[in-house]
């Protein structure tokens, strides 16, 4: 088989899209929180944006704030003209640097106060940081204090690396002798070290250890509760303490008391040291209800408003005042501001346009709340707007809406259709009358998911009990047998 070089002209189409574009869909898909961090980047970089300053007119002014702004524009003038007639020249100011300024400034002998790195030395950069200690420092802190011999150190540092957030061992014994480069016997020991530490029941590998290393710290080793836990936690589970006690022949009390001691036990001891921040949800869209109908108002708080400068502008307008490459920047320059403005009204337009749909639409939610939601798709939206399907999910993804019912994700509002006797109704709909239901149940007879079926099917609403046991456990909803509470 011959290589050869050889031309051909072939025809094809492509959909290519233009940096304008590409920022405009970028744009449209960012929430209010990265929008504000975008745009405060964008008026750093770009030379043609300034954010505008809203004034007070001068008629609006009182007499002695008008005397004032008087006083200071003579001021201002008179200064300017003294600038205008100092004999330095231009060159010389340019070239003047700012360590002749202080040399200049010192000449009379005064201590100006500045750092000088030759006679101080400065502190350390870490003593400007801090975090909260997390998990892993906390062990760590506790392992170098131990009196225990340098090489149980390192495989220790191994056996604290491999424990998650909650407190739970993630590798085997055998690995992590393999990366210690020692015996398994050596990790055992290690890993026994490392439980001995706060918080009680760390280092575990699964919840029986795990409960069980807290019993040994509470000397409550060879108990019943001991027993209970290493024979009996499927029935703890599921809380069939009648079951416990006929295994273990004792008397109902006597489980029960030893029940309220599990039950004050902790399942994940490593959550304590949790770093998870509260973020809170900064809607983008605020709807107000009026006489009229609903009021969208697009949130703009903490975004800087952006606009084109009138210095900048004056300054391209120059013809011949600058080189060919610096006219070039400046064109590209100002290109980008026009173009960020008009993906930022772009922006705004679609996300008022959808809302307005939005609330059209899903009005019996507005004025009724949430078991009124009707079943809707994002191709619903996109055919009325005619849109595509692609844009009313970026307009819809991680942005929140604010009306009086609470705070929504744009997303909520959409949902799958499920049939009932009313006609179609929505599957956000049933999850909240699902939650209800359970809310109001008795903690000491808690429903079943046939039972529950059978409650939302007098409601002319017919889905299975499967069904119910899905949407519960999207809830977050435990079982039957879980949310039964103990008469004792």
């Given at each position: 088989m011959s290589l050869e070089n050889r031309l051909e002209l072939r025809l094809s189409q492509k959909l290519i899209l233009t940096p304008q574009l590409q920022q405009a869909i970028k744009l449209l898909q960012l929430p209010h929180l990265e929008l504000s961090d975008f745009l405060s980047q964008e008026l750093m970089e770009n030379p043609f944006l300034e954010e505008s300053v809203d004034e007070v007119p001068f008629e609006e002014l009182t007499p002695e704030e008008r005397d004032a702004a008087a006083r200071e524009e003579k001021d201002s003038s008179e200064q300017e003209d003294s600038y205008e007639d100092t004999d330095a020249p231009l060159e010389k100011l340019m070239n003047f640097t700012v360590d002749e300024y202080f040399e200049e400034r010192s000449s009379d002998g005064r201590d100006m106060g500045y750092f000088n790195p030759g006679t101080v030395t400065p502190p350390s950069f870490e003593q400007f940081l801090t975090k909260k200690p997390d998990l892993y420092d906390h062990?760590?802190?506790?392992?170098?204090?131990?009196?225990?011999?340098?090489?149980?150190?390192?495989?220790?540092?191994?056996?604290?690396g491999n424990i998650d957030e909650n407190g739970y061992l993630k590798a085997s014994v055998e690995e992590m002798a393999k990366a210690a480069e020692t015996s398994a016997e050596a990790a055992e020991k290690a890993l026994y070290i490392v439980q001995g530490f706060d918080p009680s029941g760390v280092g575990a590998r699964n919840l029986t250890e795990c409960l069980l290393i807290q019993l040994k710290a509470l000397n409550l080793q060879d108990t019943i509760i001991e027993k209970?836990?290493?024979?009996?936690?499927?029935?703890?589970e599921k809380r069939k303490y009648a079951v416990i006690a006929q295994k273990n022949a004792l008397p109902l009390k006597d489980i029960m008391a030893a029940v309220k001691i599990i039950e004050g036990l902790e399942p994940k001891p490593g959550r304590i040291f949790s770093s998870d921040d509260t973020n809170y949800i900064v809607p983008d869209v605020y709807l107000i209800r009026t006489a009229e109908g609903y009021q969208?108002?697009?949130?703009?708080?903490?975004?800087?408003?952006l606009r084109v400068s009138s210095f900048y502008r004056k300054l391209i307008q120059q013809n011949n005042a600058y080189p060919k490459e610096d006219k070039q920047f400046l064109i590209e320059k100002m290109r980008s501001a026009v173009g960020l403005l008009k993906s930022l009204d772009q922006r705004n337009r679609t996300i008022y346009r959808v809302t307005e749909t939005l609330i059209d639409l899903q009005n019996e939610f507005f004025e009724n709340g949430v078991q009124y939601l009707k079943p809707l798709t994002l191709k619903d939206v996109a055919s009325i707007l005619s849109l595509h399907e692609s844009t009313i999910s970026r307009v819809t993804s991680n942005k929140y809406i604010s009306c009086e019912h609470g705070i929504f994700c744009f997303r909520f509002l959409f949902s799958?259709?499920?049939?009932?006797?009313?006609?179609?109704i929505s599957s956000t709909s049933v999850k909240n009358t699902i939650k209800k239901i359970v809310t109001g149940e008795d903690s000491l007879k808690p429903l079943s998911d046939q039972q529950i079926s059978e409650m939302l099917s007098k409601s002319s609403i017919v889905i299975a009990r499967r069904t119910v046991a899905k949407y519960r456990e999207e809830l977050g909803i435990p079982s039957q047998t879980q949310r039964r509470k103990s008469t004792n």
């Open positions: 062990l760590l802190w506790q392992l170098r204090l131990s009196h225990i011999p340098e090489e149980m150190i390192k495989v220790g540092e191994i056996v604290i209970m836990i290493m024979n009996n936690m499927d029935e703890l969208i108002i697009l949130n703009d708080e903490g975004l800087p408003r799958s259709a499920l049939s009932s006797g009313k006609g179609s």
